[in-house]
Nanobody, 127 residues
Framework: QLQLVESGGGYVYPGGSLRLSCAGSGSTFRDYAIGWFRQAPGKAHEGVSC????????NSADSVKGRFTISRDNAKNTVYLQMNNLQPDDTATYYC????????????????????WGQGTLVTVSA
């Protein structure tokens, strides 16, 4: 059974950077596309970025393109989200989740399609 654990959240000033990590347990980690999602207070889950099982294809929400970069190291069973130029609107709890399959298809940003997800890590961006 695949399990995911997020880490790396924290408090930063606007314009700052953080790198989130999503560590997976189990030998099947490399069989899944992995997505990063976030949920701000009072809002629905939002797909942030996705990477396919091989790490060669990614998709990202327009709101983070040019600022966030997703990557993965299957030897370490870990997916990363490098977040630069963070803004207050990026404040949310960030989750990683395993998609149903190896690719980031058209519905990659649908929280309801996730097979498994972690407990989340809080990112707060404020002056």
């Amino acid at each position: 059974q695949l399990q995911l654990v997020e880490s790396g959240g924290g408090y930063v000033y606007p314009g700052g950077s953080l790198r989130l990590s999503c560590a997976g347990s189990g030998s099947t980690f490399r069989d899944y596309a992995i997505g990063w999602f976030r949920q701000a207070p009072g809002k629905a889950h939002e797909g942030v970025s996705c990477i396919n099982s091989g790490g060669r294809a990614t998709n990202s929400a327009d709101s983070v393109k040019g600022r966030f970069t997703i990557s993965r190291d299957n030897a370490k069973n870990t997916v990363y989200l490098q977040m630069n130029n963070l803004q207050p609107d990026d404040t949310a709890t960030y989750y990683c989740g395993a998609l149903d399959g190896t690719g980031c298809g058209a519905s990659w940003g649908e929280w309801s399609d996730l097979q498994v997800w972690g407990q989340g890590t809080l990112v707060t961006v404020s002056a």
